[in-house]
């Protein structure tokens, strides 16, 4: 099975604040705060994470159990999804 | 207020200029600032007239390269409005003998000093010599080690106005301009507390133009030294009114466009470019600003922000709009 591809959105646009990040989609003029460990995980995409460090790294910086980072990955990514902050490739945007 | 952009046309090329942008465009013929037609600017003067504005602000580019300079100085005599020209100095003599030729009380000419070392120095003392009076000097600074020091002397000697405008080079949001990097402020400052020290006893005051951050000198020294607190803290840009009629918050701001529409009133302008910007204004200069009591309290907006937003991050370096978006691989059978 092929792995989904997932994508920043091109005209997002963040800057790291003292207590997480700060999101601007420079299309739309919205705005998102994300706290951590969201904002660590904006960060770790941003950077290029692959799946397997992705999730550990997330798991290490939240403190949490594997099954709990996969929850909280998948949750998070549809959320962000459905926010188009990011997208999966093949989707519209 | 509002700004009247004439011309994108230039005889300098600084490498802080906000307009670059606009030139480039103008230059290729697709931009909206190739030059204001006398048609336009005349329903502009009523757009002032209407709001109540005393002044025609007229920015470039350099303005007086614009073909029709005089005729649009005689059209905001006209109106009875003050000219206020900003200038490199480097203009045609019909334009400075038209300028000269204006009541110094209905005309302003607030000239960008070159530094000694430009080879158009020269060129710009002598027809600062001739404005006398009617030039306020200002200066931009780009660096961190700025050469401030000519600039008295040159007021003094010259019989220039005893006003001196300082500006900070910010950058231009999405642009390549040169600029002075906000790590530098405080060396700036200092460098500044010690030109007030010399312009006091010359007589001249020394204004900041926006972007002045407080925490940019030392604690108290700028109200001790005679900075006024509208000179720090604030980012309200004054809109720029271009060519085809949309406004712009500022040149650095370019990108926050408004479409063209000269009905209204300048301040229903200004209202609209600053909810454009509200989004954006909780990004101060610094990470810091986010917790500064001076922001909290509202005496500093966090500076340019136009400088702030050079802190965001793209998901690429491509140039903005351009960007693919960066690509990671998310394996699903670990997220089950």
């Given at each position: 099975m092929a792995e989904p591809l997932y994508r920043l959105a091109p005209d997002l646009r963040w800057a790291v604040e003292p207590t997480g990040l700060i999101l601007f989609d420079l299309r739309t003029d919205r705005t998102w705060r994300l706290d951590y460990p969201h904002a660590a995980l904006w960060d770790l995409l941003s950077r290029g994470y692959r799946s397997d460090r992705l999730e550990r790294s997330l798991g290490a910086i939240a403190g949490l159990e594997v099954r709990a980072t996969r929850r909280l990955l998948r949750e998070t990514l549809d959320t962000w999804c459905a926010e188009g902050l990011i997208l999966k490739e093949g989707s519209d945007g | 207020m509002a700004n009247l952009s004439i011309t994108a046309d230039c005889n300098l090329r600084c490498r802080y200029c906000f307009a670059r942008g606009s030139r480039r465009a103008a230059a290729a013929g697709d931009g909206p600032d190739a030059g204001m037609t006398v048609h336009r600017f005349r329903r502009l003067l009523d757009l002032l007239q209407r709001s109540g504005v005393t002044e025609a602000r007229l920015v470039g580019g350099e303005p007086t390269l614009h073909p029709q300079f005089t005729a649009l100085i005689d059209t905001v005599r006209d109106a009875g409005l003050k000219a206020v020209v900003f200038s490199n100095g480097l203009m045609p003599e019909s334009a400075l003998r038209c300028l000269t030729a204006v009541p110094a009380d209905q005309v302003a000419v607030l000239v960008n000093a070159l530094?000694?070392?430009?080879?158009?120095?020269?060129?710009?003392?002598?027809?600062?010599?001739?404005?006398?009076?009617?030039?306020?000097?200002?200066?931009?600074?780009?660096?961190?080690?700025?050469?401030?020091?000519?600039?008295?002397?040159?007021?003094?000697?010259?019989?220039?106005?005893?006003?001196?405008?300082?500006?900070?080079?910010?950058?231009?949001?999405?642009?390549?301009?040169?600029?002075?990097?906000?790590?530098?402020?405080?060396?700036?400052?200092?460098?500044?507390?010690?030109?007030i020290g010399q312009a006091t006893p010359a007589g001249v005051q020394i204004r900041c133009d926006c972007g002045f951050v407080p925490c940019m000198f030392p604690p108290g020294s700028a109200a001790l030294l005679g900075l006024a607190r509208d000179d720090l803290g604030h980012c309200g840009p004054i809109p720029d009114l271009l060519p085809d009629g949309s406004a712009i918050p500022c040149f650095p701001l370019a990108r926050f466009r408004l479409a063209a529409d000269d009905a209204g009133e300048v301040h229903a302008w200004r209202t609209r470019l600053r909810a454009a910007l509200t989004p954006y204004r909780s990004l101060g200069l610094y990470r810091r600003c986010a917790a500064c009591p001076e922001r909290a309290a509202g005496r500093c907006s966090g500076g340019c922000l136009a400088a702030a937003l050079r802190r965001l991050q793209a998901p690429s370096v491509l140039p903005l709009g351009d960007s693919p978006g960066f690509a990671t691989v998310i394996d699903p059978e670990n997220l089950r």
């Open positions: - | 530094s000694p070392g430009h080879p158009r120095a020269r060129d710009q003392q002598a027809t600062l010599r001739r404005l006398g009076a009617r030039a306020t000097l200002g200066f931009n600074i780009d660096n961190a080690t700025p050469v401030l020091g000519f600039l008295v002397e040159r007021i003094v000697t010259l019989g220039l106005s005893p006003t001196l405008r300082l500006g900070l080079a910010h950058p231009v949001f999405g642009g390549a301009n040169r600029y002075l990097h906000p790590r530098d402020y405080p060396t700036v400052g200092e460098r500044i507390l010690d030109l």
